[in-house]
């Protein structure tokens, strides 16, 4: 894994304090979740403030229509990659699948091992946010999130849930599981929005 320091900033693509790298850091609480038979045991809920919940199979999951997304991701441990190219499922695909109630204004997003991260529902829905299946032409690997991550390319990548298999929908904004542990509600890069003091 090659980092460096880079005069990019100026180019406005590199957020305050962060470092270039051209390597993909493998970075995660716990152990990495792993499945002996995925099409059987992986499965996409979404529920609360819906009209009615939806559980997508993995099959069903895998048929939904995709398309790639590049982007540049930023992690809140300073590191910093540039010109990523994904294959992935755009968000609408499955909210399109639920009626939302309209008191819904909030996303948790649920991943293994109990794992989750907290959205505005207005920055789950932007154009830009993806279910992840490739990156650069290659299947995830479990340890980057397979076989689907969120990934939310403005925020912190701590917000970009590896191991995904739930979308809760909310009313009032509630904190995830690092939210808890002292990071930012929020984790706007631009604004170095790491920690709840910031």
Known sequence: MIF????ATTSGRIP??????????????????RYKDVSKEWNLRVFGLVEEELELSYDEFMALPRREFG?????VT?????DNVW??????????????????????????????TNLPLEDFMRETTFFGLKHNGEPLTPEHGAPVRMVVP???????????????LMAKDKPGFWERNGYHMYGDPWKEQRYDFD
């Open 71 to 75: 982007n540049d991701i930023h992690c």
């Open 4 to 7: 460096t320091r880079s005069n």
């Open 87 to 116: 294959e992935g499922v755009p968000v609408a695909e499955v909210v399109n699948r639920v009626k939302l109630k309209p008191e819904a204004k909030y996303v948790m997003l649920h991943a293994e091992h109990g794992w989750t």
């Open 16 to 33: 305050p304090g962060q470092t270039l790298t051209t390597g993909f850091p493998v970075l995660h609480y716990g152990d990495v979740a």
């Open 78 to 82: 300073t590191w910093s990659k540039l």
């Open 154 to 168: 403005h925020l912190y990548f701590w917000k970009s849930a590896k191991w995904l298999r739930g979308i809760e």
